[in-house]
């Protein structure tokens, strides 16, 4: 069992099963050391968690717990990506959030806490990263949160 293997059973995290693509899209893609992962929402075996309107439907925490699940279906997707190994994480890069609130709503950067939080909480240091966070309209599937992520990888040993 590798480092972040341990630390996902010490915090009793266990990362989702995840769906094929909805659309014309692939999941994730290498651009040399760097993983590019497709934009997630809070979906957890199938079904949307959140949906709504950030500060209107849906209050600060869930959409907190909404990028907390964003984070952990990007976290799967990089588990299947690197075929189990998440040890070859070198550093997660940048991290993009996009939060469907109200016109008014002003804490974009407090619902995107959520997802960086949890990618310190298992990867430690190799977890920080920089972050955009961004209002939106609307989201995919009605969701109050989508996340998208960038990760520097080893190669294969």
Excluded: W
């Excluded at 915090?11 to 994730?28: E, F, K, M, Q, R």
């Amino acid at each position: 069992m590798g480092d972040v293997s341990a630390r996902l059973s010490e915090l009793g995290i266990v990362l989702p099963s995840i769906a094929s693509p909805s659309g014309n899209y692939i999941p994730y893609r290498f651009a040399g050391n760097l993983l590019f992962v497709s934009g997630q929402i809070p979906r957890i075996d199938g079904v949307e968690h959140f949906a709504g309107v950030v500060g209107q439907d849906v209050s600060l925490e869930e959409g907190y717990q909404a990028a907390r699940l964003c984070a952990l279906n990007i976290l799967a997707r990089v588990n299947d990506a690197l075929d189990g190994d998440l040890d070859r994480v070198v550093a997660c890069v940048q991290v993009r959030g996009f939060v469907n609130a109200k016109a008014d709503f002003k804490g974009h950067p407090a619902i995107l806490d959520g997802a960086s939080d949890l990618f310190v909480e298992i990867l430690g240091e190799k977890g920080r990263h920089v972050r955009t966070a961004l209002g939106a309209g609307s989201l995919p599937r009605g969701s109050s949160v989508e996340v998208d992520a960038v990760f520097e990888v080893a190669a294969k040993s």
